[in-house]
Each structure stands twice: as C-alpha cells, then as structure tokens.
C-alpha cells in the first residue's frame, strides 16, 4: 500500500474536471541515510487544472507518503485522478468521483478509501464506461391536484422540459413504445445506457415524488365502456429493471389526460396482463383502503392511478385488456407501463432534499423518457425544480 517518492523527478499529482472548490492535504516522512523528518502540505483547488500535491524529495532522499485527503466542498461533483508524476509521465494509481461533501483518503495503512459526506465509508466498485457527466436541470409547474393523497403527473405540464403529449405520434389501442427522443422528455442519452448518481428536487409544496421511465402508452381506451376493452400491448423497449423486455420492476398506471367527472371513487376496475414471468390472464385491481388506491370522485387533469398487481408478480410484460366497471364519465385516458427510478420525499417546503447513489449508479437506458410523479399531500398548486446528474 506504500507510495514511496525515490527520486527528484518523482511527485505525486491530481487532476480536477470541474471548478468545485477542492481542498487536499498530505502527509510525509522523508528519510535519509542520517534523518527522518516528517512532513507535510495543504491547498485548495478551484478549477480544471492538474495540481501537484507531493512534491519530488531532495537529492539522497526517500519520501514515504503517509496520509492523502482530498474533499470536495464545493456544490457540484468533481471527477479526480491522481497519478505519480515519474519524468512528467503520468501513471494513473487512483480515480473517484467526489459528489459535493465527499471526501477521498489514502494512508500507507489501509490505502484509499471513499467517504460520503457524512463520513461513512462507500464499497468502490468500477463504473462501465467514461466518466463523461451529464447534467438535466428540470423545472415543472403543476396545476392543483384533485384531493389529497392521490397521484398526479407532471408530464403535460410546461416547464422545463416542457409538457410531454401522449398522442404524439398517434397510435391504436394496442398503444406505441415511448421514446426518449420526443419532445418534453427528460432524457441523458437515446443511444447510450447512463447512470444516475446525483438528484436534488425543492417544491413549494410536500408531496411525495416518484421519477419514472415511461415505456409504453396507449390513449386508445374509452372513459365510458364498463365491459373489457381489448389492447394487447405491444412489445416494450428493453428499459426494465434488468435492460430487458420482459418488464421487471414496471407498474401499470392510468393517466387522466383530460379531466373525468364520475363523481364518486371508483376502485373496481380491472387490467389484465401477462407478468414480468411470461404468466398471462393476471388481473391488476385497485381497492377502497386509502386515497389514491382508486380513481377519486372527479379525477382532475394529470390524476395518475397506479393498479396493484396480482400476488408474487414482479412486474409486467404487456397489457391485454381494461375493464372499468364503473363509468368515468367523461375526460379522457391514457393506459401505461412505467419503470420507477426513485423516489425522494420533499419533508420541508421550499427546502430542497438531495440523494447520491453509490457506484455504479442507477442505470437509465437508452432513450428512457423521464417523468416526474407526486402523491399529493395538499390540493395546492406544485412546483418542482431541480437536477438529475448521470454519468457514463
């Protein structure tokens, strides 16, 4: 584990990618044929640059390094490397990204180790690919939600992005894949699989927040046809929990694009659906234990009603058919798969809650289309704003 500087042109040095104010310190002993003197140095780095932070020993002297620290403090990550400068080649003998508080620290003992800004130790484990970092600002405004406790979504809200349409390009009952090439979608990449590592959301209100991969949509049901209405879905994208088509860890969700008006809950309608397991005939219910495990008596624009899958299920595969059972009686729906991402809880009003995901993050396929959800916990109007950081 030992770093040992042998030579006078010989240093150890550290790259930074952003301008996130970096601090460093370390730690040495040099030892001659005679003496053994400790010492030491410190800085702070606040821009893209290359920095020597051990610098060559004298002529005759061995430099043994004992301790590195290095810590971002500054609001946004920064990406480092740390490489041992042998006759201005660079070796490269460490590399982290450092998310805003997190510290870096090597000791001739136990070697490097990364902490998270409260001090706790993170397991590394390589990341596939770059170290690119994409950045995606969002920033939603909501119209009221219909009671509390039940879902909205923000997708036809404006903003940034702004609103995303469900019916663009058309398609029939049995609904069309969702990409995120289309407009209003929050998407890090259509070719690439990247990895969230970072999210932060502040809302005027505090709800709960669901962000969600959209994968498959259909706008062809009625609102008013109580007996089954056939859809067969067609194939998802390969965007389940696992990459794949077989729909692991996806939900099925009813959207109301236009407000309903039937007037009293409704919790006894029914989907019908083939599992993540290749199991077909599964029924999707909903029940009357609480709000928003139903559709609520006058469901507003954006209200989203998540259905319950059957016993032991892990996901679904595709969709053969709708049953309301009781009218909505007017408004408009749209059916759809979704994979949920994450979810981050907004405790305080206008104070923002942030979360960092250890390596190697979680993956977002190519062309996923990012949508905001929220369980209302208040019939106010919502804003939401924020940032989602991926990596390669």
């Known amino acids: 584990m030992a770093i040992t500087l ?51 020993p004298a002529s005759s002297t061995q430099r043994g390094v004992k301790h590195i620290s290095i810590s971002n403090n500054g609001a946004t990550e920064q990406a480092i490397v740390v490489y041992k400068n042998v006759s201005s080649t660079l070796y490269k003998i460490y590399a982290a990204t450092l998310q805003a508080g997190y510290t870096v620290t090597y000791d001739d003992f136990g070697g490097w180790k990364l902490l998270d800004s409260a001090g706790r130790e993170i397991q590394l484990t390589p990341i596939p690919g770059s170290s690119a970092l994409i950045s995606i600002p969002f920033y ?46 929050m998407c890090p990449s259509t070719s690439n699989t990247e990895y969230l590592r970072h999210s932060d959301i502040v809302s005027n209100i505090a709800n709960y927040y669901l962000l969600s991969d959209i994968l498959w949509i259909t706008t062809g049901c009625s609102p008013t046809v109580t007996t089954a209405q056939t859809i067969n879905s067609v194939t998802l994208p390969p965007r389940d929990l696992n990459g794949t088509s077989s729909g692991v860890g996806c939900w099925i969700g009813v959207y109301s694009t236009a407000a309903n008006s039937n007037g009293t809950a409704i919790a006894n309608s029914t989907i019908s659906y083939t599992n993540s397991d290749g199991t077909s005939a599964r029924t999707a219910t909903l ?106």
């Open 287 to 392: 029940t009357n234990l609480s709000a928003g495990d139903n559709f609520p008596a006058t469901p507003v624009i954006g209200t989203t009603v998540w259905f319950q899958l059957a016993a032991g299920d892990k996901g679904v595969k595709s969709i053969e058919s709708l049953t309301l059972g009781t009218s909505l009686v007017g408004g408009t729906i749209a059916v759809f798969i979704a994979r949920p991402i994450i979810a981050m809880p907004q405790v305080v009003t206008n104070i923002g809650f942030t979360d960092d995901y250890p390596d190697p993050g979680i993956p977002i396929y190519p062309s996923s289309n990012l949508q905001w959800f929220y369980r209302a916990s208040a019939t106010t109007a919502t804003t939401i704003n924020g940032t989602l950081l991926f990596r390669e």
């Open 6 to 56: 042998d030579s006078t042109t010989k240093s150890i040095q550290v790259s930074t990618s952003t301008s996130s104010s970096t601090d460093y310190s370390v730690s040495y002993v040099d030892s001659t044929t005679t003496t053994f003197t400790p010492g030491d140095s410190q800085g702070n780095i606040a821009s893209v640059t290359t920095t020597t932070i051990v610098s060559a």
């Open 140 to 185: 939603k405004s909501a119209t009221a939600a219909e009671a509390v406790g039940y879902w909205y979504g923000y997708w036809k809200d404006n903003g940034f992005p702004g609103a995303w349409s469900p019916n663009t390009p058309t398609h029939t009952i049995a609904g069309r894949t969702v990409s995120g090439s289309e407009a209003g979608a």
